[in-house]
Structure formats: C-alpha cells, structure tokens
C-alpha cells in the first residue's frame, strides 16, 4: 500500500472531472515519454464502467489501457481499478479546503513492493500534472 497527497486549486466538483471527462484525465494521466491523447480516452462513469485509454509514445508505440471503475460518491469519493497486470484498488478522497482548494488523497492497495516501488514516483507526477492542469 501506499499514499500520496496532493493540494489542487479548484474545488472537489471542479476537480473530479480529472477522473470523469476526457480532456482533464488525458493532462494528468500520462506516463514518462508517452502522452495520453483526449481523443483516445472513453470514461463510462458507474460502478463497474470502464475507463480504456491509450498510451502515445514516438514512433507511434502505443499502449492500451482500462481501469474500472468501483465504489463512486462524486464528488468526494471514487474508486478504481487496474486488474491487469496486477491487481490494484486505488481511492481517491476529495476534501474541500479554505478558499476553493481541494485535499486529494490517493491510496493504492494490491501491489507487491516490487511492483509498488517504480509505481508511486510515476503516480506522484502524474498528481503533480493534475494540479497544474487546475491552474492554466
């Protein structure tokens, strides 16, 4: 298991979007050398909907993804899932803060520590182009 924080300035119902529509998710969602285009990215927001994406790196290497969608309280509560390669639980909690800012916290479960080590600086930079996408 582990967890990160991070501090968005946007309120919850603003941020939440970065986990419900296309265009939001495609800025953060990225992985290093690859890009995630809006265009490629279908989010069914339910319990059980699917969220298929594709990686874009040069020489047109791509790689597709899905992550499932769990429990939602939107929009203060989600949960997701990767089921392949590992089996990964991810939640995600959005707490408003003094003057429109939110609390994101992200918990990951499921992964070994093998597989969690290379994971958690990739996830702390992709919450890193979330909060950025709020402030452009």
């Known amino acids: 298991m582990f967890t990160l924080q991070q501090?968005?300035?946007?309120?919850?119902?603003?941020?939440?979007?970065a986990f419900t529509e296309a265009e939001p998710f495609a800025a953060w969602f990225l992985a290093e050398g690859f890009t995630t285009p809006s265009d490629r990215v279908t989010l069914d927001v339910r319990p059980g909907g699917l969220i298929s994406a594709v990686f874009v790196g040069?020489?047109?290497?791509?790689?597709?993804f899905t992550l499932r969608y769990g429990e939602l309280d939107l929009p203060h509560h989600l949960v997701v899932?990767?089921?392949?390669?590992?089996?990964e639980e991810i939640t995600?909690?959005?707490?408003?803060?003094?003057?429109?800012?939110?609390?994101?916290?992200?918990r990951s479960t499921g992964l070994t520590d093998e597989r969690q080590a290379p994971i958690k600086p990739g996830v702390a930079t992709m919450?890193?182009?979330l909060a950025t996408y709020f402030t452009q």
């Not at 501090?7 to 979007?17: G, L, Q």
């Not at 040069?58 to 597709?64: F, H, I, L, M, T």
């Not at 995600?92 to 992200?106: A, F, H, N, R």
């Open 92 to 106: 995600v909690d959005l707490s408003g803060l003094p003057d429109g800012k939110t609390q994101l916290d992200y």
């Open 127 to 129: 919450l890193n182009h």
């Open 58 to 64: 040069e020489a047109d290497v791509e790689v597709p």
């Open 81 to 87: 899932y990767f089921d392949d390669p590992a089996e």
């Open 7 to 17: 501090v968005v300035d946007a309120p919850p119902a603003e941020v939440v979007r």
